[in-house]
């Protein structure tokens, strides 16, 4: 199928259209912490309503950009906003908390064809190397907007209209992403999707959470065999899911694993201090999302001096520093629970930080590290074990809550942020 040439001019609001999508995508995955302690229910049943959507967004990643090569960008872009939307509204109606973690599994899916697809529309949209990376700078700057944003906004749509308030809004953002994002060239292909694969990641990680969560010795025996049939099963293969030269690398699987600790550190905070301040100090949701902001602002402007380190010293040293501010913050909450807000305060700011340096130059470090003709799939790949850490990190550190305060918790995630701090040291150069 031949694909009509575009200039790269003139598409601001097309853009704009594959970027609320993709801001819409991150969105969720942050703005319905405040929201968790008006929801009920047990602590497990909270942290599957947060997980159920990392479980199958994370899962679901890895193969969103073979169904993108396949059936077209736009065709799956669209289908992928257009379920998301009608989800959103589904869930916002969902009965009881069953009900809201089944909808939160499809919303994971739908998110994942989100994802590749918009960055194949870019592509599309900027054939010119300067203009496409210009727009994948703002593309990723949603990022930070989005998760700063998150917190306070779901405490503002709480106080306005209940938690079904946070999935309302998801609608009309939806609405206009599709309305934006129209008449952008991309082509069909004949990639194979392994959906085998995609049933094994997905159950996978399903398993391992059930097993961290409720603590069932069934469901961590069950994770294994899967995993150990997983991986026979890849190096079989020869159109591997993960493919192992890609892994062989010592750089991209260290940054891979590093990517994983971040998310796990970042979703497991949102989750634990949520309910530290509004179920232990009986902050509201608004006050809540407002307490964040020492964590969630520095993401929305710091990555600009990360990429400016970066071009001129490579991304070792930012990695380096962000892994320890966020070991320090991690430390420092688990040295000082329950902390005054000052020093709480003090500590999400040091993760805030360490976020932004450390995740930025880590993509820039995993893909330029990546062989010849593999960059996409280690960015898709590290997205995918992003997400894996974030739904492990919930679980752990959730768990970690019923221990002694959020203490215990943060000494798990200073323990990770360590490791990986050492492993980067040792590695990279």
């Known amino acids: 199928m031949t694909i009509s040439k575009t200039t790269g001019r003139g598409h601001t609001g097309r853009l704009l259209g594959v970027s609320l999508a993709y801001f819409l995508v991150l969105l969720d995955t942050t703005v319905l912490t405040v929201a968790l302690p ?66 939160r599994l499809l919303l994971g899916v739908a998110g994942a064809a989100c994802l590749p697809s918009s960055l194949a529309l870019i592509g599309a949209l900027y054939p010119e190397p300067a203009r496409r990376a210009k727009a994948l700078g703002a ?14 906004a779901g ?29 952008i060239p991309s ?59 890609l892994i062989r690398v010592p750089g991209v699987a260290t940054g891979l694993a590093s990517g994983a600790a971040i998310n796990f550190v970042l979703s497991g905070t949102l989750f634990v201090v949520t309910l530290a301040l ?25 990555p600009l001096i990360t990429s400016r380190i970066v071009a001129a010293r490579g991304p070792r040293l930012p990695v380096l520093c962000g892994l320890l501010l966020l070991t320090a913050g991690a430390g420092l909450l688990a040295a000082t629970a329950p902390a005054p807000y000052p020093v709480l305060a003090l500590g999400l700011a040091l993760l805030g930080f360490g976020v932004s340096f450390s995740l930025p130059a880590l993509v820039t470090a995993v893909v ?46 200073a323990a990770v942020c360590g490791a990986a701090t050492l492993a980067c040291a040792a590695v990279m150069r």
């Open 139 to 152: 593309w990723a700057a949603i990022t930070g907007v989005a998760l700063a944003a998150g917190p306070l």
């Open 368 to 413: 330029s590290g990546a062989p010849d003709g593999y960059a996409g799939t280690a960015g898709g790949l590290l997205n995918a074990v992003r997400q894996m850490g974030a739904t492990v990190g919930v679980a752990v550190m959730g768990t970690g809550i019923g221990a002694g305060g959020y203490g215990p918790a943060f000494v798990t995630a």
């Open 278 to 302: 509004q179920d232990g100090r009986h902050l509201t949701a608004v006050q809540t999302g407002l307490a964040f902001l020492p964590l969630t602002l520095p993401t929305a402007f710091n």
């Open 155 to 183: 405490g503002a749509l709480v106080a306005l209209g209940g938690w079904r308030a946070v999935f309302l809004v998801n609608v009309p953002l939806a609405a206009a992403g599709l309305a934006l994002a129209r008449g």
């Open 38 to 103: 008006s929801l009920g229910g047990s602590l497990a049943a909270r942290q599957w309503v947060v997980n159920g959507y990392t479980v199958a967004f994370a899962a679901f990643l890895l193969g969103g950009g073979a169904l993108a090569d396949r059936f077209g960008a736009l065709r799956v872009f669209r289908s992928g906003v257009a379920g998301f939307g009608l989800l959103s509204l589904l869930s916002a109606a969902a009965p009881n908390l069953t009900v809201l973690v089944v909808l």
């Open 187 to 245: 082509a069909e292909g004949e990639r194979a999707l392994d959906w085998p694969a995609q049933f094994a990641v997905c159950l996978f990680l399903g398993l391992l959470t059930d097993a961290i969560i409720d603590r069932r010795i069934v469901s961590a025996v069950a994770a294994a065999v899967v995993f150990a049939v997983f991986v026979i099963r890849e190096r079989r293969s020869r159109t591997a899911t993960v493919p192992p030269e």
